[in-house]
């Protein structure tokens, strides 16, 4: 079972899109809309998990 300390905080980009079921063109375009949270971390981009799930219970 899924616990809130099991959760993941930030997700990669591929695994953000198949949560959301859309894909990368689509993700990038609610970043640029200021739908999606991005973090960069050296080389490695990441969503934030509270990004998602907003976007997931409200939409774009």
């Known amino acids: 079972m899924n616990t809130e300390y099991e959760r993941r905080l930030l997700h990669s980009v ?4 198949a949560q959301l ?3 990368r063109t689509k993700l ?3 970043v640029n809309a200021g739908h ?3 973090v960069k971390i050296g080389r490695s981009t990441r ?3 509270e990004s998602l799930r907003d976007v997931a ?3 774009d």
Request: net charge negative.
């Open 14 to 17: 591929p695994s953000a899109c």
């Open 21 to 23: 079921g859309i894909g």
């Open 28 to 30: 990038y375009e609610l």
């Open 36 to 38: 999606l949270k991005m």
């Open 47 to 49: 969503i934030t998990d």
């Open 57 to 59: 219970e409200n939409g």
